[in-house]
């Protein structure tokens, strides 16, 4: 049974992901590459697979302060071997600061293998409320030209 993210993000939808885990520091996600997210090699595109990490480790980040967002400051990724089939995906907060946490995720197979690998970099960010039961979305600045 998935849980929800607490917050709409439109391309996690488009790409299926679900979340299975969301506390204590842990994630764990669950994807099925559609044939439209696989690459020329009949694999699931690292770009979609990259994604997949990305949010688990935000995801992770979150668990342990569900009020506050998180941004990407930096991503490295391994790409161990193909990935195919249903993949998992488990994230980890490693160390957080009062404005930073620094994670890891690592995708496994069906059949249990790690496919893909990543530390991450986040940075909290608040949302502010503007009602009783809505908040501000994330924005750019405004261009000051």
Partial sequence: MSISFGVLVPFVEHLGFTLERFE?????????????????????????????LDVSMAVAARSVQQDMGVV??????????PATGPLVAKGRLMHR???????????????????????GTFKYVKRLPVSA?????????????
Avoid: W
């Fill in 24 to 52: 204590g520091g842990e994630s764990e996600l669950r994807y099925t590459a559609r044939p439209e997210h696989l690459n020329s090699f009949n694999v699931t595109h690292g770009g979609a697979g990259m994604t997949l």
């Fill in 72 to 81: 990407t400051i930096e991503m490295k990724t391994s790409f161990m071997q």
């Fill in 97 to 119: 600061t009062a404005t930073m946490a620094f994670t890891e995720a690592t995708v496994y197979d069906a059949k249990g293998r790690a496919c893909m690998h990543a530390t």
């Fill in 133 to 145: 039961t809505a908040v501000h979305p994330l924005q750019p600045p405004l261009s000051t030209d």
